[in-house]
C-alpha cells in the first residue's frame, strides 16, 4: 500500500508541474512536427538490446519511444544507441553517424591524445547506411539521414546522454577544439540549427559524486569490471543481450558461436589489463560523470546560442532524523543524522547503498547523501551536493555551472537552460519509468510536457 501510495503521488507531481505552465493553444503545438531522438546514460542500452526480456531503457516495461509516436498526432521517435561507458566525444560521434550515416571517425587529434590507451580512430564494425538500397555489407539503417539545418531535430536524453547530447552541439557547430582532425564532416564545424532543442533529464551536467564515492570504496572495480567484460565477449557491438561496444579501444570479441579465429584464453591474453580501464584515462564517461572530468568538459563544451535547451531535475533523498518519523529505508539507515540526507524507502533497490549518508555495509564509508571535498585542486563538493536521486545530485541536473540558465515560464529563450523544474520522490531510474507496472504507466505526463513545448518551437 505504501508503494502504490508513493507511486499514485509521483504521478499526481507529475500532472501538476505539466498543468501549471501548459500552453493550450492548438496552434503552438503544430508549429513543428521536427523528429525526435532519445538518448540514453551511463550504462545504457538500446532496442536491440536485452532481448527476450521486453525491458526497455526508456520505459522499463513499457515504452516511451512508442508512445511518443502517436501521443497528440503521428511523430518521428527514434532511440540511439550509443557506447555505455565510452567519453562524451565517443558517444557524440556515435550519435552523429547513427542519425546521418556513415562509418565512425573519432578525429586524428583526439586519437593521438589517448593512443597510449590504445585507441583506433575508424575501428571496423560502426557503421550505418545512409541509403537502404546502398548497403552492400548489410550495416543497420541510419536513423534520419536527411538531418541538415532544413531537417532539425529534438535531442532528449536522460542522464550522461544529456553531456553527450551537449558535445555532440558543440562539434556540430564549432568543430573539434583541437587540431586537424582529418576528413570527417563533423569535424568541420559550421553546422548551425541542426539541433533545435536538447532537453536533459537527471543529467549530471556538474558530474556526480557517486563516482568519487564508489572509487573511494571500491577504488580496482573499473578494473575488475573491464576484466568481466573481456572475459565474457561484450567489448564489441554483435552480443544481442548487451555489450559495451569498446571497438574503438580494440576490446571487441567474436560472439561465442563464432569464436573459431580467436579461442577466450588467446583474447583475454590480447586484452587482460586494458589501458581503456585505468582510472588515469580520461577519454572515458567514468572520468567525465564525475565532478572533475564534468568541469573539465564544460571547459570547451559550451551553451550554444542557437539552441533551445531544457533541463529537469528530480530527487529521491530525505534530511536525516534520529528520532522522527520520515519516508527513508530505515534497513538501510536505522541510525541517521539531520545534516545528511538518505535513500527514500521507495528508491529503486540498487541505489540505496550509496545514495545516504552512508555507504552500505561499510564503516562509516560517506554516501552521496555526506560526501565532500575540500581539495583545492579539485571540484569542491559540500553539502549543497547532499540531496540527490540514488545516482546524481540534484545541484547537478539543472544547468552547467556558470552557463546562462532561467526559469521556464512558458517562453523559451535559445542560448539559456530552460529550467523546466523538479520532481520531487522520483529517483534516476523512476524517471525513465523501470519501476512502473507493464501497461500502467505514470512517467507519460512527463514526456507530454517536454514534447507540447518541443513541438510548439
Known sequence: MTTLLHRTGKLLASIVLAVSVWIPSGAVLAANNDPIVLVHGFLGFGPHELQGTGFKYWGGFNDIEAYL??????????????????????????????????????????????????????????????????NPNHDELALYPQWDENHPIHLISHSQGGQTVRTLIELLENGSPYANEGDSPLYAGGKIGWVKSATTISTPHNGTTLREVIISSMPKMPELIGLI?????????????????????????????????????????????????????????????????ARELNSWVKTSPNVYYYSIANHATEQGCFFCRNDTDRLI????????????????????????????????????GSYTQTDPSRVQVNDNWFVNDGAVNYISMKAPFGQPVRSYDGNSIKGYWNYLGYYDNYDHLDVIGWQDIKYKPTI???????????YGL
Not at 70 to 97: C, I, K, M
Not at 360 to 368: C, Y
Not at 446 to 451: E, G, L, R
Open 69 to 134: 509516436r502517436t501521443s497528440n498526432g503521428s511523430h518521428q521517435v527514434f532511440t540511439a544507441t550509443v557506447g555505455p561507458v565510452s567519453s562524451n566525444w565517443d558517444r557524440a560521434v556515435e550519435l552523429y553517424y547513427q542519425i546521418k550515416g556513415g562509418c565512425v571517425d573519432y578525429g586524428a587529434a583526439r586519437t593521438k591524445q589517448f593512443a597510449v590507451y590504445g585507441k583506433i580512430q575508424k575501428p571496423s564494425g560502426k557503421c550505418w547506411a545512409a541509403d537502404p538500397n546502398n
Open 229 to 293: 567484460i573481456q572475459a565474457t565477449g561484450l567489448g564489441g557491438s554483435n552480443n544481442p543481450v548487451y555489450n559495451f561496444k569498446l571497438e574503438q579501444y580494440g576490446l571487441e570479441h567474436t560472439p561465442f558461436k563464432d569464436r573459431d579465429s580467436e579461442n577466450i584464453k588467446d583474447f583475454i591474453n590480447r586484452t587482460k589489463a586494458a589501458p581503456f580501464w585505468k582510472l588515469e584515462n580520461r577519454d572515458s564517461g567514468l572520468w567525465e560523470v564525475g565532478p572533475d572530468g
Open 444 to 454: 507519460y505526463p512527463i514526456y507530454d510536457y517536454i514534447t507540447n513545448i518541443l
Open 333 to 368: 539507515a536505522p541510525f541517521q543524522r539531520s545534516i545528511y540526507q538518505y535513500a527514500r524507502d521507495d528508491m529503486i533497490f540498487f541505489l540505496k547503498d550509496t545514495a545516504g549518508g552512508w555507504v552500505v555495509p561499510s564503516f562509516l564509508r560517506s554516501g552521496m
